[in-house]
């Protein structure tokens, strides 16, 4: 059931057990993910068809994950983009703070065979989870502790990045 006002996602444990939470409002997703990505501490995975910049390309996103990437030599934070032109184009942070942090933060393109494939999610350690089935809308599951929902994702996930390439417009230039 879909909550009009969002809770405080912060509040939430990860990995903690709760029912998963359905939202359905920009304000809530990016709460959600930002709160997963700041209580991360080994990993941090995005599927996205843009970097959509309301979640991704604002201040406190971009601020926690380089606090995320910054931590510890052992983090990860791994970025699947369908499309990576538009982000490119606008001068993405989280496009910044990848070619900056490149031993710790990675983004690839699906290979082509997946170009169905439009979920997009965040996930933290592989355990916490915002889903969107439709990666243009923004409905989306909120759940911190979800095993069986984190293992299909973590699945879907790696099966994407095992095929994915690099793309040549996301290498920092350096003149």
């Not at 997703?29 to 997963?36: E, F, Q, S």
């Not at 031993?103 to 997009?120: K, L, Q, T």
Request: aromatic content about 6%; glycine content about 4%; proline content about 5%.
């Amino acid at each position: 059931m879909a909550i009009p006002d969002h809770p405080d996602f912060s509040a939430f444990e990860l990995g903690r057990a709760h029912d998963p939470l359905e939202v359905d409002t920009s304000d809530a997703v990016r709460d959600a993910c930002l709160a997963l990505i700041r209580k991360a501490r080994r990993e941090v995975v995005i599927m996205t068809r843009e970097l959509d910049p309301v979640l991704f390309d604002n201040q406190e996103t971009a601020d926690a994950l380089r606090e995320f990437v910054l931590r510890s030599q052992r983090v990860r934070l791994r970025v699947l983009v369908k499309d990576p032109n538009l982000a490119v184009r606008n001068g993405h942070q989280v496009v910044a703070l990848a070619q900056r942090l490149s031993s710790f933060a990675e983004i690839r393109v699906p290979a082509p065979e997946h170009d169905h494939y439009n979920a997009a999610f965040v996930m933290a350690d592989g355990i916490g989870v915002v889903y969107r089935g439709l990666a243009d809308r923004y409905e989306a599951v909120v759940a911190f502790g979800d095993r069986h929902l984190a293992n299909e994702t973590q699945r879907q996930f790696d099966l994407l990045w095992d095929t994915a390439r690099p793309d040549p417009n996301l290498r920092r230039m350096v003149l």
